[in-house]
């Protein structure tokens, strides 16, 4: 479905103009801040000559504190702040490595992953990151916890299958219990509920499934409309009655069809029209490739054609999408894949892990950073634009039942959801302040509703 153009295009042209500012929050930003304690506003109320400024003097106390550990390389630190025209955001291990490397409390780590990075807070769940918050809570070195967690690799059994069921809430509590306690007791806790650390959320698994059906419903009951309007312009209904259907059956019934015509000399239809047919009919019923049908809904305007992209790749981007901030990631099929079986791929890597522990063989090494690029968790990147657009789909059907349903009516909806959502996936709330939230949240400012990939279209042209 699309939104009414003309308020889209103003709504993207605002954008393209706000983009080419420093206008959005980002982890220069945020840290700049903490390290001059800064408030928000203040920040927010400066010219931008100032705040390069401050971002200058940031980078280089910066520098000065983790020179000596050659923890980062200074062009790359640089582009941390947005220094030189290039702004790009630290990886999550770098901010659990910086944490600890600049003393900050449990807190501070977590305040640092949710609201300087925007990906989800530690995850109680990964043997690794809970490690490092236990180093933070008592003040240990990164060397410390590197230690600590090498120790834990080699005392846990390789043979154990973890579990996948949720403990999130259970090891929280037994961490705040054992987070005082030496680091060879708290390694004990560890290695006797080894099996509970699967190395990933369920909850925001299960919400990113929710928000994918949700998604697919709308897709193929779009698919299902289009199937129906398809075959009555063909005989498809009085065919259906004279093979015995009390009425049309636009699942199975579509497929005999389909196959009776193509056994005729003279089907009535043309092999285009045929195939028409069969498309519309995968797209409606189809179980299969739930993650492409989703991401070709989902970003459809920024999507690269069949003729476009690579061979062999289905869902590609065009190249502009890429330059719009590192806020807006873009899902590939193959990037949903290895999401959806991350319990898979993290217990291969927690094998793989224990094996190098124990072993030392440095082989294992490489096929241990192999396996953590298989590796993936669910982003507030990912989500919140599958919310967005159910928020939008859901404007859309009450606007043919409602006339009162008002854009404001479904803003609400989709600030109510993401907040229920970001809580459940531990997340930091919505804030309009965030580029990819204010894209979103400008979906809904007019009269209209805009779907997120519509206004993406509209700034690459302007751009």
């Known amino acids: 479905m699309t939104s009414d153009p003309n308020s889209t295009r103003r709504i ?26 800064i408030p928000v506003d203040d920040w927010r109320a400066m010219e931008t000559k100032q705040r390069n400024k401050y971002r200058e003097k940031a980078y280089h106390q910066l520098s000065s504190k983790l020179g000596k550990t050659k923890f980062i390389s200074r062009p790359t630190l640089r582009r941390w702040f947005g220094l030189d025209g290039e702004l790009v955001f630290p990886k999550r291990i770098q901010i659990l490595d910086f944490s600890l490397l600049l003393g900050y409390t449990e807190e501070e780590m977590q305040d640092c992953l949710r609201k300087g990075i925007y990906e989800p807070g530690v ?21 410390k916890c590197q230690d600590m967690i090498r120790l834990f690799e080699q005392a846990v059994n390789q043979g154990a299958a973890l579990e996948q069921k949720s403990h999130t809430d259970l090891l929280w509590k037994m961490y705040q219990i054992n987070k005082i306690k030496t680091p060879a007791r708290f390694l004990s806790w560890m290695v006797e509920n080894s099996v509970m650390f699967k190395g990933y959320s369920m909850m925001s698994l299960k919400v990113f499934r929710e928000y994918r059906e949700k998604i697919i419903h709308y897709v193929q009951k779009d698919m299902r ?47 285009d029209e045929l195939n028409m047919i069969q498309q519309l009919h995968l797209q409606a019923y189809s179980k299969m490739e739930k993650n492409a049908v989703m991401l070709r809904e989902l970003y459809a305007a920024v999507l690269m054609t069949d003729d476009q992209r690579d061979k062999g790749r289905r869902i590609s981007f065009t190249r502009k999408a890429e330059s719009l901030g590192r806020e807006l990631h873009f899902m590939t099929d193959d990037y949903v894949s290895k999401l959806l079986t991350v319990a898979q791929q993290k217990e291969k890597l927690f094998r793989i892990s224990v094996q190098q522990a124990k072993s030392g063989d440095a082989k294992l090494l490489t096929m241990k950073k192999s396996q953590k690029q298989r590796c993936r968790l669910v982003q507030r990147s990912d989500i919140l634009p599958m919310v967005q657009y159910v928020a939008a789909r859901h404007y859309m059907e009450m606007q043919k039942t409602e006339e009162e349903y008002s854009s404001a009516d479904a803003r609400q909806l989709f600030v109510n959801m993401a907040a229920e959502v970001l809580k459940r996936c531990d997340m930091a709330p919505l804030d309009k302040h965030y580029r990819l939230d204010h894209i979103l949240l400008s979906c809904f400012e007019t009269g209209e509703v805009s779907y997120m990939s519509e206004l993406l279209e509209i700034v690459m042209e302007l751009i």
């Open 12 to 37: 993207a042209k605002q954008f393209a103009e706000e983009n080419r500012t420093d206008h959005f929050d980002g982890f220069d930003g945020y840290m700049t801040r903490k390290l001059f304690q």
């Open 123 to 143: 995850q109680i769940n990964d043997y690794q990151e809970v490690i490092y918050l236990y180093c933070a809570a008592n003040g240990f070195s990164l060397d």
């Open 225 to 271: 409309q289009q199937l129906k309007e398809c075959l009555e312009e063909t005989d498809f209904a009085e065919w259906s009655a004279e093979h015995g259907y009390s009425e049309p059956d636009y699942d199975a019934g579509v497929v005999q069809y389909i196959k009776n015509k193509r056994r005729r000399k003279n089907p009535g239809l043309s092999e």
